[in-house]
């Protein structure tokens, strides 16, 4: 029996480091393939001011996503489910981001 798609897509992202996630991020908001039911505006901007954050080739340079294999393949991947099942990845992506940097919050205080 074959894996579900959404769970394939939701391991792939839990195998991502959190600059990866947030160029998946990125590029799933601005992609007018993905059927997502968010802002896409602000939650770009919020992916966006992150990545800047921790990536400084994406702070200083026009960065060419098409380099990223995995963020690419991600997309391809989610470009083959229905609008139900991309809203439930992204929720993911973004529930695992806004996780991350809580975690990361903690261990500065």
Do not use: H, P
């Amino acid at each position: 029996m074959e894996e579900n798609k959404v769970e394939k897509v939701i391991n792939i992202i839990k195998d991502m480091d959190i600059k990866d996630k947030l160029r998946f991020g990125i590029c799933l908001t601005t992609s007018d393939w993905a059927n997502i039911l968010f802002n896409k505006s602000e939650m770009y901007e919020k992916f966006d001011t992150m990545l800047k954050e921790v990536d400084e080739e994406y702070r200083t340079t026009i960065i060419n996503f098409a380099k990223y294999k995995i963020v690419m393949f991600t997309m391809a991947k989610i470009m083959e489910t229905e609008t139900t099942e991309q809203n439930k990845v992204a929720l993911f992506l973004f529930n695992s981001i806004k996780l991350i940097l809580l975690i990361a919050e903690k261990r500065t205080e």
